[in-house]
């Protein structure tokens, strides 16, 4: 049961040992069902799934895309809110083998042209769905196919810019001579949500699918632009109406880039508002909130008459933490009325077009300071010192395309890849997971970005090699680490931080586990991340991990488990400069549950009552089985594996967790 008032909350399951089956493994009581894997048709019309289906884009068009990742539930009314919902969720990637298994692969994967008709499905097996949810009373659910909110949103789909890149020559493609439209939002990796009930999407590994054979511009080579092939090499198929596929070659083709593509990759980068509740409405790309490698976005504690702030973070090896400040002040008034439809995107460019992004610093002492990327600010060190950053990126425009740059002039801190963050409520405290860095030094090294984009996994890009420092301070850090922070709400520009929680192995040196992890709560490469508010005002923070594929899962933790889901009551800062889960209170970090063989656990929230838990099980090897929805099953050989939504209940209904 839940702690009474003031209590502290207590974490009522046991602890789960290590788990390499391939199959989801949950707490005694509580059970895991399979939800909408990829695949899944949004439209009754359409034949369903099956395992030896050869798939085409008008398929993958009205189906789920591949590869859950960030996601949310809007409710379409307050009292059935646990039980009938919305659900927008991103396709972050996709699977070329499972996607064209029926074939035995893609055609052309390295060279040569790739046929329209793939390129097109992978397209549509990318971006966002949105899907009606619905449980029954035997607490089942199900996807409402033919729902008239059911929608996909791909790489293709037609966008409109907004803020202070819309409309500037820096996006000015023969598609959009103007500037103000693109195609697609594409890799989409954690999310975030609005209190006016709109979806944000996050563009995270996108310069990857871009190329330019010419000379990269700083943008494209600090994001890590490709030079020959993209990722999955769709600039080479047989070109459709429209530079369908030849928008992926940024090459300038003369000197009018309003005849080329040469700008088409500057039309992604950022986040990405979405209002569920309208299946027609227009899709913006906010681009205030900066350009780069977003993983996600995270609101700050909404308060009646002050800024609302958005938490984001630039997924790459000594890349940066960044927030942005509405210049609007936050009035109940524009608070979502849930299941309406009405204009959510003026509300939404009432508070996400006007703003100021800032970058952070971490110091030694505990302090830390955000620093404002605008025309304005004055840089406070190295050959620039003194200048302001309007003269070198002329205006607001330029310093968002080139955000990175500005930041590392103003003097930000190299984080170890800032994945997921999230923020509780009440006390406005902030976590980020940091997941690991394997080019972070304990020497002293000049940063040079020079990126090569040859990084095609979901690693991060990562250029530099930076040294430690006092937020990020072990060398080839391989666990990771979460931190977080308390804003000084008198000043926008201050905050103190401390370290939460390090990732590490019960088989290392004290030193090298910091936090005291043992058999039953080592992690390693902490990603999403979500604080789950109970009615007493605390809360339990979740957090989930992802050691990615191959090499990535070459780590002590990684050979004892599977990436899992970990639940911890975080406490008060201790402003000791200790990690605050340490080895006298460890046994709050508890594992309750573990996925199956080579996947990632991403994505995560629950349902208003706490009695359903959702999660995402992205790049499984072998995993759903075929014949069932019970998560925990292991298939029977060998199939065609399926990035899935899992649900997780107590038998008895109760609330998860306590
Ligand atoms: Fe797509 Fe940074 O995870
Ligand atoms: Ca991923
Ligand atoms: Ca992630
Ligand atoms: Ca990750």
Redesign the pocket.
């Known amino acids: 049961a839940g702690a009474e008032p003031g209590r502290r909350l207590t974490l009522g399951f046991e602890s789960l040992p290590g788990s390499m089956t391939d199959g989801i493994v949950v707490p005694e009581g509580y059970t895991a069902q399979v939800l909408v894997p990829w695949g899944t048709p949004l439209d009754g019309r359409t034949v369903g799934w099956q395992q030896d289906m050869r798939m085409t884009p008008a398929f993958q068009a009205r189906a789920m895309g591949m590869h859950h990742d960030g996601m949310y539930h809007f409710a379409l009314d307050t009292q059935h809110a646990s039980r009938d919902f919305l659900l927008a969720i991103n396709h972050e990637y996709i699977d070329q083998g499972a996607l064209w298994a029926p074939q035995g692969g893609p055609t052309h994967k390295a060279e040569g042209a790739r046929p329209a008709d793939e390129a097109r499905t992978e397209i549509n097996a990318h971006g966002v769905a949105i899907v009606r949810l619905r449980r029954d009373d035997e607490g089942h659910w199900a996807p409402v196919a033919d729902d008239a909110h059911n929608r996909r949103i791909t790489s293709a789909t037609p966008m409109a810019l907004a803020g202070p890149v819309a409309g500037t020559p820096w996006v000015v493609t023969a598609w959009s001579p103007e500037g103000t439209h693109v195609r697609g939002t594409n890799n989409n990796c954690a999310s975030g949500y609005t209190p006016w009930g709109t979806y944000l999407t996050c563009e995270e590994n996108w310069p990857e699918v871009f190329i330019n054979r010419g000379e990269l511009t700083a943008d494209q080579a600090r994001l890590g632009i490709n030079g020959e092939r993209g990722r999955y090499g769709w600039e080479s198929a047989n070109d459709g109406e429209q530079g369908e596929f030849s928008r992926f070659d940024n090459t300038p083709q003369g000197d009018d880039p309003a005849r080329d593509y040469r700008n088409e990759a500057r039309g992604f980068g950022y986040i990405v508002e979405i209002d569920p509740y309208d299946p027609d409405s227009t899709i913006y790309k906010r681009t205030a909130l900066g350009r780069f490698r977003h993983e996600g976005c995270w609101p700050g504690r909404v308060v009646e008459g002050m800024p609302l702030t958005f938490y984001t973070g630039h997924d790459s090896r000594n890349e940066y933490i960044y927030k942005f400040v509405s210049n609007k002040r936050w009035q109940q008034s524009d608070a979502n009325r849930p299941g309406e439809t009405y204009d959510r995107q003026a509300i939404g460019a009432s508070y996400l077009d006007e703003g100021t992004l800032y970058v952070a610093r971490f110091d030694a002492d505990g302090e830390g300071e955000w620093l404002p990327l605008t025309v304005d600010a004055v840089i406070p060190q190295g050959e620039h010192k003194g200048q302001r950053l309007g003269e070198l990126f002329e205006d607001q425009a330029g310093i968002i395309i080139n955000t990175c740059d500005a930041a590392d002039l103003m003097g930000a801190t190299p984080m170890d890849r800032p994945?997921w963050g999230t923020v509780d409520p009440q006390s406005g405290m902030v976590y980020m997971t940091l997941?690991n860095n394997s080019k972070r030094t304990d020497e002293e090294s000049s940063a040079s970005f020079t990126g090569d984009g040859s990084d095609v996994s979901?690693m991060g890009s990562g250029y530099a090699t930076a040294p430690v420092n006092a937020a990020n301070p072990r060398p080839d850090n391989t666990y990771g680490h979460i931190i977080r922070w308390q804003e000084r709400h008198d000043d926008p520009t201050r905050m103190r931080w401390e370290p939460f929680v390090f990732g590490g192995s019960p088989d290392d040196q004290d030193a090298t586990n910091p936090s005291g992890l043992t058999d039953l709560n080592a992690f390693a490469?902490p990603?999403g991340l979500w604080f789950d508010e109970r009615d007493n005002g605390e809360g339990i923070l979740w957090i989930e991990t992802?050691n990615?594929l191959d090499k990535g899962r070459e780590n002590a933790v990684a050979n004892m488990t599977n990436d899992q889901v970990l639940a911890v009551v975080p406490g008060a800062m201790n402003e000791e400069g200790r990690p605050a889960i340490n080895a006298q209170n460890q046994a709050q970090l508890k594992r309750f549950a573990i996925g199956p063989n080579e996947a990632?656990v991403t994505g995560i929230f629950a349902t208003p009552d706490r009695t359903a838990l959702f999660i995402n099980i992205q790049h499984p090897a072998n995993w759903p089985a075929a014949d069932t929805d019970d998560a925990t099953q292991t298939a029977q050989g060998q199939v065609r594996p399926r990035s899935s939504t899992v649900v997780i209940q107590k038998r008895d209904g109760g609330m998860i967790g306590v």
Do not use: R
């Open positions: 994945e997941t979901d490469s990603d992802d990615g990632e």
